[in-house]
C-alpha cells in the first residue's frame, strides 16, 4: 500500500474513491477488484455502470498468487483495462483513515448503523501535543521499570516500559504498560492517569498492564539476530468510553 501524508491524520495509507463519494453525493459504493500493481478503488454505482465495471468480475475468484502468476501478457493486459476504465472516472485519493470517516458519514446520512465501533471523544493525530503532553506527565509522575528488548524500545531513548498511541476513528488513545504486575501500582497509574484526563475534554482511552514484553529472537543463518513481537499477555484492561 502507498502512503500519503494526510493534514488531518499524518502519515497514512490511502486509497481512491469517485468523486461523488468524495462529496457526499452518492453513498453506496462498488469496490475496483483488487489487482496487485492497482489502489484500493471504490467508485459509486453510477460510476461503476459509466465504466462496465462488471467486466472485471472474473479478477474477483482470484487470488492474489493466480493474480500474480498470470502470463506476462495477460497481466500487462489486464492492467492496461484496469487503468482505462480508472480513466473514465473522475477519483480522488484519500487517507484511509478519511476513507473511514466518510464510510461513517455515508452511513448516517443512509440512517444505517455505523460500519465499525467509532471512537469520536479521543485523543488523535490533531491532539498529538495533548498526547505528548499525557506521555511527559505519566513519566515524571510515575517511575516505569525498562523495556528490554530494543524492537520495544526503539525511537524511546529513556526505555521507559510504557507506550502512549494516540487513537483514531477506529480506536481510543492506548496507554500500554509493561512489568507492573502488582495492584497497587497498577492502581496508582490508574489514578494518575484519570487525573490528567480531568482537564481534557476528549476522554475515551484504553490502558493495558502486559505482564512482560513478548518477543521471538532468532539467530539468523548469517550469525545476526532478529526480533519478532508477539501480541503479549494483558493482565489488565481498563476502559473509559
Ligand atoms: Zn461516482
Ligand atoms: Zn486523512
Not at 497514512?12 to 500493481?37: D, N, R
Not at 484511509?96 to 455505523?114: A, F, G, N, W
Not at 495492584?183 to 490528567?196: K, R
Request: proline share 4%; charged share 25%.
Amino acid at each position: 500500500m502507498g502512503m500519503i501524508i494526510c493534514e488531518k491524520h499524518g502519515l497514512s495509507g490511502f486509497c481512491t474513491v469517485c468523486i461523488h463519494l468524495f462529496e457526499g453525493l452518492e453513498t453506496t459504493w462498488v469496490a475496483f477488484p483488487e489487482f496487485p500493481g492497482t489502489t484500493l478503488t471504490k467508485v459509486c454505482a453510477h460510476c461503476a455502470e459509466k465504466s462496465n465495471l462488471s467486466e472485471l468480475n472474473h479478477l474477483k475468484g482470484m487470488t492474489f498468487d493466480d493474480q500474480l502468476n498470470m502470463s506476462e501478457d495477460a497481466f500487462e493486459k489486464q492492467l492496461e483495462i484496469i487503468g482505462e476504465k480508472h480513466r473514465q472516472i473522475t477519483t480522488k485519493s484519500i487517507c484511509i483513515l478519511c476513507y473511514d470517516e466518510l464510510q461513517v458519514m455515508h452511513h448516517r446520512k443512509s440512517s444505517l448503523p455505523d460500519p465499525f465501533p467509532v471512537y469520536e471523544n479521543t485523543l488523535v493525530y490533531q491532539d498529538r501535543n495533548q498526547v505528548k503532553q499525557l506521555e511527559d506527565y505519566l513519566k515524571t509522575h510515575f517511575t516505569f521499570p525498562k523495556f528490554r528488548y530494543s524492537i520495544f524500545h526503539q525511537g524511546q531513548p529513556d526505555k521507559s516500559a510504557i507506550q502512549v498511541s494516540r487513537g483514531n476513528i477506529r480506536k481510543p488513545l492506548s496507554i500500554d504498560v509493561y512489568y507492573i504486575t502488582e495492584h497497587g501500582q497498577q492502581q496508582q497509574l490508574i489514578q494518575l492517569v484519570d487525573t490528567f484526563f480531568e482537564r481534557i475534554a476528549k476522554k475515551q482511552r484504553l490502558i493495558r498492564f502486559y505482564e512482560k514484553e513478548d518477543v521471538i529472537c532468532k539467530t539468523l543463518p548469517n550469525g545476526g539476530h532478529s526480533q519478532e513481537r508477539r501480541e503479549g499477555n494483558v493482565l489488565r484492561e481498563v476502559e473509559i468510553k
